[in-house]
């Protein structure tokens, strides 16, 4: 989902729609952007790594209409859609993106964010509980939420993750064990939370009562949006042409972790200037297509 700043936007004239799309969010951070006061116009995941800027970067892909791979496997990292999303990404952070952006992720930019430092941020929506936390955030009441931003597919501006829990088989005690995790992802537990901490510090998208809780829904104005992100993720269609793969910020196959921090090395290098984009392309393409045709997925 994208968090942007109320208070900037307004002194700035901007009013947000619900689904914004990317061409408003560079117009927007043309005109947010002070750096000269500390606030930089919008925060991304520079970070290299499979589940750092690549799920962000996948995201970006997605939506302008590309994909990871064709339905032969074939990679197709260098074509006119991948071109567009990465010159796009790395122009928008380098004009209005804080400095040393390779370096951040989602945690980062979380911190950049609750200190004031960002006029928007697109990342995970269970970043909203902690921005809008006062005891965590410096910025609570000055936050705005929307879905977020789209190009040509909007599908691929979604992403769905889980965080599991799970009883390895080498517990000495697997029946306390599961009554933890029961109790832990229960009613009582989220009701345990908001009464010792607060409505907005209970644990998001463990619940679907959870966002039928009144309560919730006064304490998290986020929550309405949250959910409609959650629901709408599809990942069985990330991409605008068919897949072979399941997953939109990630590809559903073992490998994707060594191909995706591979790529993400390499973008990052992008970011800093060390290669061209059409330099990453190019490099990315060529190694994906070597770890395809020794892991068997191509000849």
């Known amino acids: 989902m994208l968090y942007y700043r109320k208070d900037l936007f307004e002194k700035a004239g901007i009013t947000v729609p619900e689904q914004p799309t990317y061409p408003q969010i560079r117009k927007w951070a043309s005109k947010v952007h002070d750096p000269a006061h500390g606030v930089y116009?919008?925060?991304l995941r520079g970070k290299p790594g499979w589940?750092?800027?690549m799920g962000f970067v996948s995201t970006l892909v997605n939506t302008f209409g590309g994909q990871w791979?064709?339905?032969?496997?074939?990679?197709?990292i260098n074509t006119p859609a991948w071109k567009e999303a990465i010159a796009?990404?790395?122009d928008l952070l380098k004009k209005y993106g804080p400095p040393g952006a390779s370096s951040n992720g989602f945690n980062e930019n979380l911190a950049l964010f609750s200190?004031?430092?960002c006029?928007?941020?697109v990342d995970?929506?269970?970043?909203?509980g902690l921005l809008s936390n006062p005891k965590e955030s410096q910025v609570y009441d000055k936050i705005g939420f929307a879905r977020a931003p789209i190009e040509r597919y909007p599908n691929g501006s979604n992403w769905l993750w889980a965080w599991a829990l799970a009883v390895p088989k080498t517990s000495k005690s697997p029946e306390a064990a599961q009554k933890f995790v029961a109790w832990a992802t229960s009613k009582e537990y989220i009701q345990l939370v908001a009464n010792q901490s607060g409505c907005v510090a209970v644990p998001p998208g463990t619940r679907t009562s959870t966002y039928n809780n009144p309560n919730y829904q006064k304490a998290a104005p986020f929550a309405s949006i949250v959910l409609k992100s959650i629901q709408s993720a599809d990942i069985s269609r990330p991409a605008a042409q068919p897949t072979p793969y399941k997953g939109i910020q990630y590809v559903d196959i073992p490998e994707f972790q060594a191909?995706?921090?591979s790529v993400g090395q390499t973008m990052a290098a992008a970011l800093t200037n060390r290669l061209s984009v059409d330099q990453a392309l190019e490099r990315s393409q060529s190694s994906t297509e070597r770890f395809m045709k020794h892991t068997g997925y191509i000849e």
């Open 115 to 117: 200190t004031g430092k």
């Open 88 to 90: 796009f990404y790395i």
């Open 41 to 43: 116009g919008v925060c």
């Open 51 to 53: 589940g750092e800027n």
């Open 119 to 121: 006029g928007m941020w």
């Open 259 to 261: 191909i995706g921090s």
């Open 69 to 76: 791979f064709d339905m032969k496997w074939q990679p197709t």
């Open 124 to 128: 995970a929506t269970v970043a909203a």
